[in-house]
């Protein structure tokens, strides 16, 4: 009997957990939900926006009324449901993780909460940082690069031409009147696609900070070791951004430029985490030399 009792007593605080846990996702699903509805009706107004980079290259590559193309039926409608569907996950994400962070908080002591807090606020701030890297910066570079590319082959001819002393016409068949003309005409689906994975790619990789620092802040990882992993960092970092951005250098470039200093930044708060804690151990009389120098990260002087 006393077995059985110590099973249902056992048992008892996890039902409660997992009844908090889907109190806590039925709020957030129903806020996903709320938010998706009140943005699918300025789904055009957002997509006109994330257009705007093609729309401006299109515009400074000599087309004075550029034009996007859908060619099903239901592609239009299922863009704005992807709109409204990114764009309430974004407008969501307070209740989101406010929801999360009642689940949690519940289960720190009080200097946890006060150190996972300023990193819970930075999170978002970086991914907005991230993304508007992106949106002002990487993709109208990535659409005029893929756009003006097209011209390239015709401005080549027309050098080598010109060279020879012949009339630059000829390149492109302009002057006799023969060729095909070969113009860009995108899709709104398949161009709103790139300027997401653009947007979500430098969002998450600007999340390196606070992931590497949290590793830090839990011990896992130390300043010294992310110094002496400079090497295969980099390289992975190359080969995530040639992964996630589109099949061109320039944008793996941008990308790898913009998130190697945060690694570096990484390395620097991590650092000072260390000095801080060292200095607090050396107050209270904690500190050992040789103990902590050999198990403690901050131990090792750089």
Not at 8 to 21: F, G, K, N, R, T
Not at 144 to 173: I, K, Y
Not at 225 to 237: H, K, N, P, S, T
């Amino acid at each position: 009997m006393n077995t059985r009792d110590d099973i249902d007593d056992s048992s008892a605080p996890l039902v409660e957990h997992l009844i908090e846990l889907r109190n806590r996702l039925i709020w957030s699903i129903a806020a996903f939900v709320v938010a998706m509805i009140v943005v699918f009706p300025f789904a055009k107004t957002i997509l006109g926006f994330l257009l705007k980079p093609i729309e401006e290259a299109m515009r400074d590559l000599g087309n004075p009324n550029p034009v996007m193309q859908y060619t099903a039926p239901q592609e239009l409608l299922f863009t704005y449901f992807h709109i409204s569907v990114v764009g309430g996950l974004a407008l969501a994400f307070p209740v989101i993780a406010y929801q999360l962070w009642r689940f949690v908080a519940p289960g720190l002591y009080r200097s946890e909460k006060q150190a996972f807090l300023p990193f819970l606020i930075a999170s978002p701030v970086l991914f907005l940082a991230g993304a508007g890297f992106a949106q002002y910066i990487v993709t109208p570079l990535a659409m005029r690069f893929f756009l003006g590319f097209a011209d390239l082959p015709s401005m080549v001819s027309a050098a080598l031409l010109q060279l020879q002393g012949l009339p630059a016409e000829t390149a492109t068949g302009s002057a006799t009147g023969d060729g095909i003309a070969i113009v860009f005409q995108g899709k709104v689906d398949q161009t709103l696609d790139i300027s997401l994975k653009l947007i979500m790619a430098f969002g998450l990789c600007f999340q390196m900070p606070v992931l590497l620092t949290l590793m830090g802040k839990a011990g896992l990882a130390s300043s010294a070791g992310l110094a002496g992993m400079r090497r295969y960092a980099i390289v992975i970092m190359m080969l995530v951004s040639a992964l996630v951005t589109p099949p061109d250098v320039m944008s793996m470039m941008i990308l790898f430029s913009a998130i190697y200093p945060l690694y570096e930044v990484s390395i620097f708060l991590i650092r000072r985490m260390e000095k801080r804690r060292e200095a607090e151990l050396r107050a209270e009389g904690l500190w050992d030399e040789e103990e902590d120098a050999a198990t403690d990260p901050a131990g090792t002087k750089s």
